[in-house]
């Protein structure tokens, strides 16, 4: 297929900016009304309503099994590109994540790649995914277990990072969560304490235990939580019932494949030396980005050439230690997840944080999260009409799924700590408590 690519850039460019005023308003209106993972509705609402009103798109609301997720698909034949848009916010601190900018520049990027299309008359598909709860709960992962991103020949999002920190292919880490549950016997805490097994001490000595452990890791792993349950607890009562919510991250899946069963050991000996018994139940697996290198590059050099550096370039081995599902969608198909800075934001204002939320929402974010979407959205295209180039992004996402080892990882990581199902039970007291 032969094709000029300053023509179909410019043809992205211009839905994009056309759309501009629209996309405004929404990330606005999804700002303002802050949801938390699976009760995006507000946002699945007027993101579908908005991709429904773009020419050639069919929408499909509430996929995959989920009430929040949806797809906007554009084209009947031909090559297939996908793109995400996050919807969800954090408790308390509302778009901290910037999850609204994400949400517009996927659409943005669907609308330029399908103007490109229909303009020059060329064959191709743009699927555009509604991606519900992404800080929890795995909304990317249990759409892939559904299929939602099978056949695409490459999919891509963008994200918002703190000014300085901006890269076309920075990593993230591989991230499970473990809830541990401790159960023991409930006592008059002055009168009988005796009779009683405390399965705040079984979680407070499995809190402490990974603390004294943190000192021996790798100081690019983190392991980081929580003792939950004090809803139950009276200071004159022994409590029966306890939680602690983990998260464990490593560089890679088979850097955290090592690492579980050290911190599983840490919860068990809680148990062992308080009587309690205990289970543990395993969260989705969010694996580390493999950003293709292909579609890096061609994101790198048309935003380079467009807007100047602004730190597009990833200094070898930087890396985040924050994780995302959109992990696991690069280990389907060959993917790109690029960071882009937010002017308004400094360094200090990481995500995850209520100035990043406050920044998310200034004038000057959107304005960089349509140049983000132009990017990937120029990336996408190039993946539909160039054949050696969907070749050359195929062959090296084949290369580094090779060189991941995750397979073997996944499953020992998915032995030490099951993520379905029942909770694996644990406990060592002997007596029938
Ligand atoms: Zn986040
Ligand atoms: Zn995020």
Request: charge should be negative; aromatic fraction near 6%; glycine fraction near 10%.
């Given at each position: 297929?032969?094709?000029?690519?300053?023509?179909?850039?410019?043809?992205?460019?211009?839905?994009?900016?056309?759309?501009?005023?629209?996309?405004?308003?929404?990330?606005?209106?999804?700002?303002?009304?802050?949801?938390?993972?699976?009760?995006?509705?507000?946002?699945?609402?007027?993101?579908?309503?908005?991709?429904?009103?773009?020419?050639?798109?069919?929408?499909?609301?509430?996929?995959?099994?989920?009430?929040?997720?949806?797809?906007?698909?554009?084209?009947?034949?031909?090559?297939?590109?996908?793109?995400?848009?996050?919807?969800?916010?954090?408790?308390?601190?509302?778009?901290?994540?910037?999850?609204?900018?994400?949400?517009?520049?996927?659409?943005?990027?669907?609308?330029?790649?399908?103007?490109?299309?229909?303009?020059?008359?060329?064959?191709?598909?743009?699927?555009?995914?509604?991606?519900?709860?992404?800080?929890?709960?795995?909304?990317?992962?249990?759409?892939?277990?559904?299929?939602?991103?099978?056949?695409?020949?490459?999919?891509?999002?963008?994200?918002?990072?703190?000014?300085?920190?901006?890269?076309a292919a920075?990593?993230?880490?591989?991230?499970?969560?473990?809830?541990?549950?401790?159960?023991?016997?409930?006592?008059?805490?002055?009168?009988?304490?005796?009779?009683?097994?405390?399965?705040?001490?079984?979680?407070?000595?499995?809190?402490?235990?990974?603390?004294?452990?943190?000192?021996?890791?790798?100081?690019?792993?983190?392991?980081?939580?929580?003792?939950?349950?004090?809803?139950?607890?009276?200071?004159?009562?022994?409590?029966?019932?306890?939680?602690?919510?983990?998260?464990?991250?490593?560089?890679?899946?088979?850097?955290?494949?090592?690492?579980?069963?050290?911190?599983?050991?840490?919860?068990?000996?809680?148990?062992?030396?308080?009587?309690?018994?205990?289970?543990?139940?395993?969260?989705?697996?969010?694996?580390?980005?493999q950003q293709n290198s292909g579609l890096s590059g061609?994101?790198k050099?048309?935003?380079?050439?467009?807007?100047?550096?602004?730190?597009?370039?990833v200094?070898?081995?930087?890396?985040?230690?924050?994780?995302?599902?959109?992990?696991?969608?690069?280990?389907?198909?060959p993917?790109l997840?690029?960071?882009?800075?937010?002017?308004?934001?400094?360094?200090?204002?990481?995500?995850?944080?209520?100035?990043?939320?406050?920044?998310?929402?200034?004038?000057?974010?959107?304005?960089?999260?349509?140049?983000?979407?132009?990017?990937?959205?120029?990336?996408?295209?190039?993946?539909?009409?160039?054949?050696?180039?969907?070749?050359q992004i195929?062959?090296e996402w084949?290369a580094d799924?090779?060189?991941?080892?995750?397979?073997?990882?996944?499953?020992?990581?998915?032995?030490?700590?099951?993520?379905?199902?029942?909770?694996?039970?644990?406990?060592?007291?002997?007596?029938?408590?």
């Open positions: 297929m032969t094709y000029d690519s300053d023509a179909l850039n410019a043809s992205i460019k211009a839905a994009i900016a056309e759309a501009n005023d629209d996309l405004r308003a929404l990330s606005m209106s999804i700002h303002g009304k802050p949801e938390l993972a699976w009760e995006e509705h507000h946002a699945h609402d007027v993101l579908t309503a908005y991709m429904e009103k773009q020419e050639g798109f069919v929408v499909e609301r509430k996929i995959c099994q989920l009430d929040t997720a949806w797809r906007a698909s554009f084209g009947s034949e031909g090559p297939l590109i996908g793109f995400c848009s996050e919807m969800d916010a954090l408790p308390g601190i509302g778009h901290a994540c910037g999850h609204n900018l994400i949400a517009i520049a996927g659409c943005a990027a669907a609308i330029g790649v399908a103007r490109a299309l229909r303009e020059h008359k060329l064959p191709g598909r743009v699927v555009l995914l509604g991606t519900p709860a992404e800080e929890s709960g795995g909304g990317k992962c249990l759409m892939l277990e559904r299929g939602a991103f099978d056949g695409m020949d490459a999919c891509l999002m963008v994200h918002p990072g703190p000014r300085g920190n901006g890269a920075m990593t993230s880490t591989c991230r499970t969560g473990v809830t541990v549950a401790y159960s023991g016997r409930s006592a008059h805490a002055g009168g009988a304490p005796e009779k009683g097994i405390n399965a705040l001490d079984a979680a407070v000595q499995g809190y402490v235990n990974v603390s004294t452990l943190r000192q021996q890791l790798p100081t690019t792993t983190r392991v980081h939580g929580i003792i939950a349950g004090g809803e139950h607890w009276a200071p004159n009562a022994i409590p029966a019932s306890s939680k602690l919510l983990y998260g464990i991250r490593a560089p890679s899946a088979k850097d955290l494949a090592p690492l579980v069963p050290r911190v599983l050991a840490c919860f068990a000996s809680g148990a062992l030396a308080t009587g309690c018994t205990y289970t543990t139940e395993g969260q989705h697996l969010y694996l580390e980005l061609v994101f050099s048309f935003s380079e050439g467009e807007w100047g550096d602004e730190g597009y370039e200094p070898a081995g930087m890396t985040t230690t924050a994780s995302t599902d959109f992990g696991n969608v690069s280990y389907h198909v993917a997840h690029p960071m882009f800075l937010l002017p308004s934001a400094s360094p200090e204002d990481f995500p995850h944080s209520s100035s990043f939320a406050d920044a998310a929402s200034t004038p000057s974010a959107h304005q960089a999260a349509l140049r983000a979407a132009e990017g990937i959205a120029v990336a996408g295209l190039r993946v539909v009409v160039d054949e050696s180039f969907r070749n195929r062959k084949e799924m090779a060189a991941s080892g995750a397979e073997e990882a996944i499953k020992q990581i998915r032995e030490a700590l099951p993520a379905t199902g029942e909770p694996v039970k644990g406990g060592f007291c002997s007596c029938d408590h």
